[in-house]
C-alpha cells in the first residue's frame, strides 16, 4: 500500500483501518534502506505511527510542522514525495539526512540542532494571525531530551502567554542519542507511572495538556489529534514511544542503533566496520586520556551537553562518575557550569563538538573568556563531518574562537597531540581559555598511549626544510601533506611546518619561514574567512612579507553532505588538487 503514497493527499484517501499496514510497510522500507545506505534509524522508526497520524489528521503542507532536531523525519520524507529517492538519503548530491526547505515543501523548517522547533513554530503561528489567518494549525514535535533544553523552555514560556493556534507534541522515550537526564525526566517518568505531584507543569506554563497516550496506537493518535485540531490556542500532547520500535535489536540497544552504521536488515546484526582495529577514533583518545589524567589529577572534571557517548566522556562517567557530568542538551548551561567551576580552582575539560558549541557562544566570550577562566574545551567533530551536513560542519571554530580575547586555540597533527596538549593544560596551570580541536573518525597511529609531553603553548614544529615553497598546516589534515611529499617530483623543493596553534601564532617560526621560502601554501579543513589562513595573512601584512600565499581552505558557502572524501574534492582540500596546484608553479 505504501507503493500507492506520493504525497500526503494520497494517504488521506485511505481508509482509517488500513493506516496500521502503512505503518508496517512504511517502518519496513526505512529498515531496508538504512541498512545498506546507513543514516538515522530508532529516531524515525519511533514515530512511524505519529508521523502518519500527523499526515492524515491535518492538512500538510497547508498547515505547519516542525520535526525537532530532524533524527526523526525519515518517514516523514518518504510519504511527502521522496519515496523513490529517499536510497540517496545523506549521500553526495542526495536528500539531506534532516529536514531541508530548499527540498520540499513539506519541510517547513531546516533543523538539525535540537530545541529549535518551539520558538520556529511559534513564529509561523504569529505570522499567520498577523496575516488574518486563525485556521491555520501549526505543530511542533520535540523529544523529551529536547525540551529540557534553554532555548526549548524560552519558546514555552513566551507560547504560554499568547493565543497562538500552537500543539507542541512531546515524544517522550526516554532518550536522545544517550538517555535523557536531569529533573525533568524523572518528573515525566513520574507523570508515566502516574505519581506526579498535583500540579503538571505545563498546565502551570498556561499549555493545554493531554496525555500521556500510547504513540504505537493508530487509533488513539487519531482520535486525540482529530480533538486537538478543534480547540485552539497552545496545546501540549504527551506521547509515549519506544525508540527502535519494529527492529528488536534497535529496542535493546537504542544508543547504539540511534545511527547504527549497515546491519543485516533481517536480525538487526550490526556488520563489522572495516576501520577497526587500525588506528583509534581520536573521541577515544580523548575519553581515555582524560580517565588516565583525572585518576592521578583530582581537580579534573568532565562536562558533555547530552554527547557523552558521542564524545566518549562515558569511559570517565564509567569510572570516575562523580567527576563526570552529562547536562543534557543544554550546551550554555555546560559552559558556564565549567566556568563557575574553574573559579573554584577545578579544570573543567568541556568536550563539545563543534557545530554545538556554536550555540553556547555567548557564554565562551561572557562566562569563560572575559574572566580568563582556565576552562579546556575539546572540540570534536571539528572540520568537514561528512553525510550529517551543513549543520553539523565543524567548519567555523577557528574563525568564531579566534576573534575571542584570551583564547588559546590548538589542534593537534595526531593522536599524541592530543593527548600532550591534554597533559599540558592540567600539569601546567593555564593563563586563560583553550580550545583543543579535533576532527570526526579515525586517527593515524596504532600505538598512541606514549609517555606524555608538555607542549609549550604558541609553538609550532618544523617537520620539513624545503628550498622554495612552504606548506603551513594546521591540524590533523596536515598528515596529507606528509603523505604528499614522500611522492611527489623534487620533494626538495618543499618545507612543511605543523604550526598547531592558530592563536597565538608561532611568530618566530613564521619569520623563519617568511625569510626563507617565496611561496607559502595554507592548508585548513575549516572556512578560509577569518581561519587559519586569515592568521597567517594578517600577520605577513603586518611584518611585509614580499612573497605569495596560497591559501586551501573551505570557501564562503555552506558545504552539503556527503563522505569526508567526497567533500574534500570539492572543497579542492584533496591531495590531487594540491597536486595540480604544484604543477601551476612550475
Given at each position: 500500500m505504501l507503493a500507492?503514497?506520493?504525497?500526503?493527499?494520497?494517504l488521506?484517501?485511505?481508509a482509517?483501518?488500513d493506516l496500521?499496514?502503512?505503518a508496517?510497510?512504511?517502518?519496513?522500507y526505512?529498515i531496508?534502506?538504512?541498512?545498506t545506505?546507513?543514516?538515522?534509524?530508532?529516531?524515525?522508526?519511533?514515530v512511524?505511527?505519529?508521523?502518519?497520524a500527523?499526515h492524515?489528521v491535518f492538512?500538510?503542507?497547508?498547515d505547519k510542522?516542525i520535526?525537532?532536531?530532524?533524527?526523526?523525519?525519515y518517514?516523514h520524507k518518504i510519504?511527502?514525495?521522496r519515496?523513490?529517492n529517499?536510497?540517496t538519503?545523506?549521500q553526495?548530491?542526495?536528500i539531506?539526512?534532516?529536514?531541508k526547505?530548499?527540498?520540499?515543501?513539506?519541510?517547513?523548517?531546516?533543523?538539525?540542532?535540537?530545541?529549535?522547533s518551539?520558538s520556529?513554530?511559534?513564529?509561523?503561528a504569529?505570522?499567520a494571525?498577523?496575516?488574518?489567518?486563525h485556521k491555520?494549525?501549526?505543530?511542533?514535535?520535540?523529544?523529551?531530551?529536547?525540551i529540557?533544553?534553554?532555548m526549548?523552555f524560552?519558546?514555552l514560556?513566551h507560547?504560554?502567554v499568547?493565543?497562538?493556534?500552537?500543539l507542541v507534541?512531546l515524544?517522550?522515550?526516554?532518550?536522545?542519542?544517550?538517555?535523557?537526564?536531569?529533573a525533568?525526566?524523572?518528573?515525566?517518568?513520574?507523570?508515566k507511572?502516574g505519581t506526579?505531584k498535583?500540579e503538571?507543569?505545563?498546565e502551570?506554563?498556561n499549555?493545554n495538556?493531554?496525555g500521556?497516550?500510547d504513540?504505537?496506537?493508530?487509533?488513539e493518535?487519531l482520535?486525540t489529534l482529530r480533538?486537538?485540531r478543534n480547540?485552539?490556542?497552545?496545546r501540549?500532547?504527551?506521547i509515549?514511544?519506544?525508540?527502535?520500535?519494529?527492529?528488536l535489536k534497535a529496542?535493546q540497544n537504542?544508543?547504539?542503533y540511534?545511527a547504527?552504521?549497515?546491519?543485516d536488515r533481517?536480525?538487526?546484526?550490526?556488520?563489522?566496520?572495516?576501520t577497526?582495529?587500525?588506528?583509534?577514533k581520536?573521541?577515544d583518545?580523548?575519553g581515555h586520556t582524560?580517565?588516565?589524567?583525572?585518576?592521578?589529577?583530582?581537580?579534573?572534571?568532565?562536562?558533555?551537553?547530552a554527547?557523552?557517548?558521542?564524545s566518549?566522556?562515558?569511559?570517565?562517567?564509567?569510572e570516575?562518575p562523580?567527576?563526570?557530568f552529562d547536562v543534557?542538551?543544554?550546551?550554555q548551561?555546560a559552559v558556564?557550569?565549567?566556568?563557575?567551576?574553574?573559579?573554584?580552582g577545578?579544570?573543567?575539560f568541556?568536550t563539545?563538538y563543534s557545530?554545538f558549541?556554536?550555540?553556547?557562544?555567548?557564554q565562551?566570550i561572557?562566562?569563560?573568556?572575559?574572566q580568563?577562566?582556565?576552562?579546556?574545551?575539546c572540540?570534536d567533530?571539528?572540520?568537514?563531518?561528512?553525510?550529517?551536513g551543513p549543520?553539523?560542519?565543524g567548519?567555523?571554530?577557528?574563525?568564531?574562537?579566534r576573534?575571542?580575547p584570551n583564547?588559546?586555540?590548538?589542534?593537534?597533527f595526531?593522536?599524541?597531540q592530543l593527548?600532550?596538549m591534554?597533559?599540558?593544560?592540567q600539569?601546567n596551570?593555564?593563563?586563560?581559555p583553550?580550545?583543543?580541536?579535533?576532527?570526526?573518525?579515525?586517527g593515524v597511529?596504532k600505538k598512541?598511549?606514549?609517555p606524555?609531553?608538555?607542549i609549550?603553548?604558541?609553538?609550532?614544529?618544523?617537520l620539513?626544510?624545503?628550498?622554495?615553497?612552504?606548506?603551513?598546516t594546521?591540524?590533523?589534515?596536515?598528515?596529507?601533506i606528509?603523505?604528499?611529499?614522500e611522492?611527489i617530483?623534487?620533494?626538495?623543493?618543499y618545507g612543511h611546518?605543523?604550526?598547531r596553534?592558530?592563536?597565538?601564532?608561532?611568530?618566530?617560526?613564521?619569520?623563519?619561514?617568511?625569510?626563507?621560502?617565496e611561496?607559502l601554501?595554507?592548508l585548513?579543513?575549516g572556512c578560509?574567512?577569518?581561519?587559519?589562513?586569515?592568521a597567517i595573512i594578517?600577520?605577513?601584512?603586518?611584518?611585509?612579507?614580499v612573497?605569495?600565499i596560497?591559501?586551501f581552505?573551505?570557501?564562503d558557502?555552506f558545504i552539503?553532505?556527503g563522505?569526508?572524501?567526497e567533500l574534500y574534492?570539492?572543497c579542492g582540500?584533496d591531495?590531487k588538487?594540491i597536486?595540480?596546484y604544484?604543477e601551476?608553479?612550475?
Amino acid at each position: 500500500m505504501l507503493a500507492q503514497i506520493k504525497n500526503p493527499d494520497d494517504l488521506r484517501r485511505i481508509a482509517h483501518t488500513d493506516l496500521g499496514q502503512i505503518a508496517r510497510e512504511l517502518r519496513s522500507y526505512i529498515i531496508d534502506i538504512v541498512a545498506t545506505k546507513e543514516g538515522h534509524l530508532g529516531a524515525s522508526l519511533g514515530v512511524v505511527e505519529l508521523t502518519i497520524a500527523l499526515h492524515y489528521v491535518f492538512n500538510t503542507p497547508d498547515d505547519k510542522l516542525i520535526w525537532d532536531v530532524g533524527h526523526q523525519a525519515y518517514g516523514h520524507k518518504i510519504l511527502t514525495g521522496r519515496k523513490e529517492n529517499f536510497h540517496t538519503n545523506r549521500q553526495l548530491n542526495g536528500i539531506s539526512g534532516f529536514p531541508k526547505r530548499e527540498e520540499s515543501k513539506y519541510d517547513d523548517f531546516g533543523t538539525g540542532h535540537s530545541s529549535t522547533s518551539i520558538s520556529a513554530i511559534l513564529g509561523m503561528a504569529i505570522a499567520a494571525k498577523l496575516k488574518g489567518d486563525h485556521k491555520k494549525q501549526h505543530i511542533a514535535v520535540i523529544g523529551d531530551a529536547s525540551i529540557a533544553s534553554g532555548m526549548a523552555f524560552e519558546g514555552l514560556n513566551h507560547l504560554g502567554v499568547t493565543d497562538a493556534n500552537v500543539l507542541v507534541i512531546l515524544n517522550d522515550n526516554a532518550i536522545g542519542i544517550d538517555p535523557s537526564v536531569g529533573a525533568l525526566k524523572k518528573y515525566l517518568t513520574n507523570v508515566k507511572k502516574g505519581t506526579a505531584k498535583d500540579e503538571n507543569i505545563f498546565e502551570c506554563l498556561n499549555l493545554n495538556y493531554t496525555g500521556p497516550i500510547d504513540g504505537h496506537d493508530m487509533q488513539e493518535l487519531l482520535t486525540t489529534l482529530r480533538r486537538l485540531r478543534n480547540i485552539k490556542g497552545p496545546r501540549l500532547l504527551h506521547i509515549i514511544t519506544t525508540k527502535g520500535k519494529g527492529l528488536l535489536k534497535a529496542e535493546q540497544n537504542q544508543v547504539v542503533y540511534h545511527a547504527p552504521g549497515k546491519f543485516d536488515r533481517q536480525t538487526g546484526e550490526l556488520y563489522k566496520n572495516p576501520t577497526v582495529g587500525t588506528a583509534p577514533k581520536y573521541q577515544d583518545v580523548f575519553g581515555h586520556t582524560i580517565v588516565e589524567l583525572a585518576k592521578k589529577n583530582q581537580r579534573i572534571v568532565g562536562i558533555t551537553p547530552a554527547m557523552p557517548t558521542g564524545s566518549s566522556l562515558k569511559y570517565m562517567m564509567e569510572e570516575i562518575p562523580e567527576r563526570a557530568f552529562d547536562v543534557g542538551i543544554a550546551e550554555q548551561h555546560a559552559v558556564t557550569l565549567a566556568a563557575g567551576m574553574a573559579t573554584q580552582g577545578l579544570i573543567p575539560f568541556c568536550t563539545i563538538y563543534s557545530t554545538f558549541l556554536q550555540r553556547a557562544y555567548d557564554q565562551v566570550i561572557h562566562d569563560v573568556a572575559l574572566q580568563n577562566l582556565p576552562v579546556v574545551f575539546c572540540l570534536d567533530r571539528a572540520g568537514l563531518v561528512g553525510q550529517d551536513g551543513p549543520t553539523h560542519h565543524g567548519v567555523f571554530d577557528f574563525a568564531y574562537l579566534r576573534c575571542i580575547p584570551n583564547m588559546t586555540i590548538f589542534s593537534p597533527f595526531n593522536e599524541m597531540q592530543l593527548r600532550d596538549m591534554m597533559y599540558t593544560c592540567q600539569v601546567n596551570d593555564l593563563n586563560g581559555p583553550i580550545a583543543i580541536r579535533y576532527p570526526r573518525g579515525y586517527g593515524v597511529t596504532k600505538k598512541w598511549q606514549r609517555p606524555f609531553n608538555t607542549i609549550e603553548i604558541g609553538k609550532g614544529r618544523k617537520l620539513k626544510d624545503g628550498e622554495k615553497i612552504a606548506f603551513l598546516t594546521i591540524g590533523p589534515i596536515g598528515n596529507q601533506i606528509t603523505e604528499l611529499l614522500e611522492d611527489i617530483d623534487h620533494p626538495e623543493f618543499y618545507g612543511h611546518f605543523d604550526m598547531r596553534f592558530v592563536k597565538p601564532l608561532d611568530t618566530a617560526l613564521l619569520k623563519t619561514v617568511f625569510s626563507n621560502y617565496e611561496h607559502l601554501i595554507t592548508l585548513e579543513d575549516g572556512c578560509e574567512k577569518g581561519g587559519f589562513a586569515s592568521a597567517i595573512i594578517e600577520y605577513a601584512q603586518k611584518v611585509n612579507y614580499v612573497g605569495s600565499i596560497k591559501t586551501f581552505a573551505i570557501k564562503d558557502e555552506f558545504i552539503e553532505q556527503g563522505t569526508v572524501e567526497e567533500l574534500y574534492r570539492i572543497c579542492g582540500l584533496d591531495s590531487k588538487s594540491i597536486k595540480q596546484y604544484l604543477e601551476t608553479l612550475s
